[in-house]
């Protein structure tokens, strides 16, 4: 599977402006894949594969950070790849 996560709006100076992240079990302490979007890293948009076991149930967390611009949001999505 593909995660891939998208950050919008202006970007801050800060090194992140968003996480985004893959659960297990919808536990923070679960946390299959990790990774932060935006601000000076210039990076919008980020893709990584995860693997997901059949049965379990997994969510999507995303985050804006509090010293992201205010016009930002993010989204999370998995596809098949």
């Known amino acids: 599977m ?3 996560c998208t950050y919008s709006g202006s970007t801050s100076k800060d090194n992140i402006d968003a996480l985004c992240e ?3 079990n ?3 302490s679960n946390s299959v894949q990790r990774f932060y979007v935006g601000g000076s890293k210039g990076n ?3 893709s990584t594969d995860v693997w997901l076991d059949k049965g379990v ?3 999507i967390y995303v985050n804006v950070e509090t010293h992201a611009p205010s ?3 993010v989204t999370g999505v998995i596809k098949d790849r």
Do not use: C, G, Q
């Open 57 to 59: 149930k997994y969510s």
């Open 2 to 4: 593909k995660f891939t």
């Open 26 to 28: 919808a536990s923070a």
């Open 71 to 73: 016009n930002a949001s």
């Open 44 to 46: 919008k948009s980020e």
């Open 22 to 24: 893959v659960r297990k």
